[in-house]
């Protein structure tokens, strides 16, 4: 009997520690709150509403910055870090002047309130995306190029969010995504792809000469690059011929020239004469032994 008692003694105080300490643990909603998108022009204002309870003297409030690792942004009363000279507390809410691209991310704001339960904490979560407009774009256009080639115009931009798109311009006038939906179908085969920003001309012609430029857009704003010429000419079969022909004359008239020597005896009498100038070293040397041998036998 006395076992059992104090087994049952045992399993009371289990219980009620398991109460009492339930009874002081923070506690949150049961199902979780969607982020919030919250979007911003570059150099604007940016508002993330906290949505929590009307802010009482005992509620503690704290902002944080989510990523690969957490910084506060509002802690222990006071706005932390770059937000400290930029920012501003409207109640639980925060409102970030001058928006640059880096603040864009995941925020998010704690609220602890005491209640009969323990500590209710209340999260909202945000997502911050900064829009920024095109820079002025990079465009290649090739200054010259022969008709009937495969000629690529590229154009690229790095600094736009969200990404742009691209717009080619001929003298002006803006080019369609593909030739044959343009007026100008019957001079020129190319296509437009305005997510890589590339103008491929299949077949250049003549036509195609002209000045282009490149403009980057998205919903913020657009920029465009300076244009540039482009000249197409023809290949000038007649004059490559011309100047074959002109070769063929030049080494004719070399083999001809070569001929007309031999049959005059140039390069014969250029040997005659080596021979004689050899006779005569020969003779000159003969009678310098001879002089020689007869000093000697007197």
């Known amino acids: 009997m006395a076992r059992r008692s104090r087994h049952r003694l045992l399993v009371l105080l289990l219980r009620y520690l398991v109460v009492a300490l339930g009874c002081h643990k923070a506690y949150g909603n049961s199902a979780p709150k969607e982020p919030q998108v919250v979007t911003a022009m570059e150099y604007h204002e940016a508002m993330l509403d906290c949505r929590s309870p009307k802010k009482t003297v005992s ?53 602890s309130t005491p209640s009969q339960q323990g500590q209710k904490l209340e ?89 282009y430029f490149c403009e980057a857009r998205n919903i913020v704003g657009h920029s465009r690059c300076p244009g540039k010429r482009m000249q197409v000419d023809d290949l000038n079969i007649v004059g490559i011929i011309a100047a074959a022909v002109v070769v063929v004359l030049v080494i004719s008239a070399c083999g001809l020239g070569v001929c007309y020597a031999q049959r005059k005896g140039y390069f014969s009498k250029e040997t005659s004469f080596q021979k004689d100038s050899s006779a005569s070293k020969a003779t000159t040397m003969s009678e310098n032994d001879f002089k020689h041998t007869k000093s000697f036998i007197i």
């Open 59 to 111: 509620s503690r409030l704290e902002w944080k910055r989510l990523g690969q690792s957490v910084s506060f942004v509002y802690f222990q009363k006071s706005l932390r870090g770059d937000f400290k000279n930029r920012a501003e507390m409207v109640d639980f809410s925060i409102r970030i002047k001058n928006v640059t691209r880096n603040d864009a991310g995941k925020y998010r704001c704690e609220v």
């Open 123 to 211: 999260e909202d979560t945000f997502i911050l995306e900064v829009l920024v407009a095109p820079a002025v774009p990079s465009c290649e256009v090739p200054t010259s190029a022969l008709s009937g080639t495969v000629v690529e115009l590229r154009c690229q931009e790095k600094e736009g969010i969200p990404a742009p798109e691209y717009i080619w311009y001929k003298d002006g006038l803006r080019l369609p995504e593909n030739s044959k939906l343009g007026s100008q179908s019957t001079n020129s085969s190319y296509t437009v792809n305005i997510k890589s920003g590339t103008l491929q001309f299949n077949t250049v012609s003549i036509l195609d000469t002209g000045e």
